[in-house]
């Protein structure tokens, strides 16, 4: 029987591990723990990190110093994306709703627009500023609206209250006062019975439109044939239907024509 034979194991040497110096180790001390190299690996790629930085803060905007001179800050807004000039706005003026009241001040609009321009304001940023005035005024007058609508509530309240059935009757005498008054004048008419939340001025219209028919000064024409009696008769359906429609103009205007008439023809009003 053959002898086994037997194979030596090969032997292996270790080659022990290449330590890459860390590039840290060649700063001074006191730049060696710099938090912002903790992710930096070598010095290849401090390097480009440097380059890189060099590019940005040279592309970068600089904010003018004081005392700097206007092409320096002119340069600089046209940096930022000012137009050229004035003119050079596309910005449009805000849109105010057709039934808001509200006219655009062309002459205001111009000047924000200059104003804008010495302050450097891009377009976009023009834009902006004159959406949201737009959207406030609007919205300004609208709480403007509002606030006179509750008051002339709270002021008609009041009134009917106090006069009762003859609410509808002393409305349209102060109507009528104030449309002889002014000679029919419709601006000045408009601005006195604008004022229907004011207490004191509708009854002072009252008196003074019971003192203007006292001396004929509230006139019309007296439909001929027709008796004082009946007349007085048609202010007294006329008041009844206006104590069911106590906001109806041309139902209150025909009262107090049929007022009028009575006085023309030498009678007096009937009461309620």
């Known amino acids: 029987m053959a002898e086994p034979t037997t194979t ?64 320096e800050v002119n340069a600089f807004y ?6 050229a000039s004035v003119d050079k706005y596309t910005a449009r003026p805000p849109a105010f709703p057709e039934d808001s009241g509200i006219t655009l001040d062309e002459e205001g609009f111009k000047g924000f627009l200059g104003a804008a321009h010495s302050a450097g304001i891009t377009d976009t940023q023009a834009q902006a ?22 008051a002339r509530k709270q002021a008609e309240t009041s009134l009917k209250q106090e006069w009762g059935a003859q609410y509808g009757r002393n409305v349209a005498l102060a109507r009528q006062t104030v449309r002889d008054l002014f000679s029919d004048d419709p601006d000045l008419a408009e601005a006195v019975e604008g004022r ?11 008196k003074i439109g019971e003192r203007m028919m006292e001396h004929g ?11 004082i009696e009946a007349m007085q008769a048609e202010v007294t359906k006329l008041r009844s239907e206006m104590e069911t ?28």
């Open 245 to 272: 429609k106590p906001g109806d103009d041309a139902l209150s205007e025909r009262y107090l024509a049929a007022i009028r008439r009575v006085l023309k023809a030498g009678g007096a009003v009937p009461t309620a």
């Open 196 to 206: 229907g939340n004011n207490l004191a001025l509708m009854k002072g219209l009252v």
């Open 8 to 71: 030596d194991a090969p032997t292996t040497t270790d080659t022990p591990a290449v330590t890459t110096p860390d590039w840290r180790e060649s700063l001074p001390e006191e730049l060696r723990a710099e938090p912002s190299f903790k992710d930096v690996p070598d010095v290849p790629t401090l390097a480009k990190r440097f380059i890189d930085t060099k590019k940005m803060v040279g592309g970068s905007l600089k904010v003018p110093k004081e005392g700097a001179t206007p092409e």
């Open 129 to 150: 500023i004159l959406d949201w005035y737009g959207g406030y005024t609007v919205s300004e007058g609208d709480r403007i609206t509002q606030f006179i609508a509750e």
């Open 78 to 83: 046209t940096a930022l994306g000012r137009p």
């Open 217 to 227: 000064e509230i006139t019309a024409e007296v439909p001929p044939g027709q008796s």
